[in-house]
């Protein structure tokens, strides 16, 4: 069966800055450095923001595809 397969490398942006709610009621803000065809997504000085609004450094992360419910960008396009 022949056709194009999607590539599993990284895709690189200029970072842009972004918020994203996750399962578990979990939500982070960064600045987007890359992503995959899985919507896998590397974010950079990356803040976790608490339950009672608090923000929390956790520096750079790979969030999973899948546990991504919502995805916002804060700087204007």
């Given at each position: 069966m022949g056709g194009s397969h999607p590539s599993h490398e990284l895709t690189f942006v200029n970072p842009s800055e972004?918020?994203?709610k996750l399962n578990g009621?979990?939500?982070v803000i960064g600045l987007l450095r890359g992503f995959d065809p899985f919507m896998n997504i590397v974010l950079e000085e990356c803040m976790e923001v608490t339950k009672s609004g608090q923000q929390v450094g956790i520096d750079t992360v790979v969030?999973?595809?899948n546990s991504v419910n919502v995805v916002e960008i804060l700087e204007r396009v």
């Open positions: 972004f918020q994203m009621n979990r939500e969030v999973r595809g």
